[in-house]
């Protein structure tokens, strides 16, 4: 009887351990509790993308805009003559540089082609799209400036056009570089032979 009873207990023992272990299961790591906050990207004062933009509107030539020394984008309307068909275009301008995108009629005035242009500081970028083929010229320079007699750009930067202009805080830079996919002709030496031609012209009379 007295080895009935331990066998009796071992097999207590031996089932309560085999229910743990069939229930219990393994003991589960910690639960750490997180946070469903979303982090807020920091702020950063005077952070130019949160500056309100500034509208205005009125008349003036393009050195006008570009003397304001201000960060613009603007939209212009240029008419050359009652004759002539108006042009439209883009302006921007920031840190002395200039791009415009303009709308222009083609040479046989039976169509329109888009004319840009480029002023980084240094050189004047101009290039045409006619008829799916673009053409484009360089002029090693220190100035942004054209007339009506000396039409570098396509619209003359000393003749009066209607602007509808917004600051422009964020700028993006990449504007003012010229297309890689322009083969450009240079025409430094060219313009500066056709100055001296007209200086020596000038002074014959």
């Given amino acids: 009887m007295k080895y009935v009873g331990i066998l009796s207990v071992g097999a207590v023992l031996v089932a309560g351990f085999a229910y743990y272990t069939l229930f219990a299961g393994p003991s589960l790591p910690a639960i750490t509790e997180q946070s469903d906050s979303i982090p807020i990207p920091e702020v ?6 949160l500056q309100e933009r500034q509208t205005f ?3 003036g030539s393009l050195n006008n805009l570009r003397a304001r020394n201000e960060s613009l984008e603007c939209q212009i309307t240029y008419i050359p003559n009652p004759q002539e068909p108006e042009v439209t ?3 921007f301008t920031a840190n002395g540089q200039v791009r415009g995108d303009f709308l222009v009629p083609t040479p046989d005035l039976n169509g ?3 004319s840009s242009v480029i002023f980084d500081g240094t050189t004047l970028y101009s290039w045409t799209e006619i008829d799916g083929e673009t053409y484009g010229f360089q002029i090693a320079t220190d100035s942004f400036f054209s007339s009506k007699d000396n039409e570098a750009t396509p619209v003359p930067t000393d003749i009066e056009i209607q602007y509808n202009c917004l600051t422009w805080p964020a700028v993006d830079r990449t504007i003012f570089q010229p297309p890689t996919n322009i083969l450009f002709t240079d025409l430094t030496d060219f313009t500066a032979t056709m100055e001296t031609g007209l ?3 000038d002074g014959e009379f």
Avoid: T, Y
């Fill in 199 to 201: 200086i020596f012209e």
């Fill in 57 to 59: 509107a009125g008349a």
């Fill in 44 to 49: 950063i004062p005077g952070d130019p993308r």
């Fill in 112 to 114: 329109q082609m888009v």
């Fill in 89 to 91: 275009g883009s302006f």
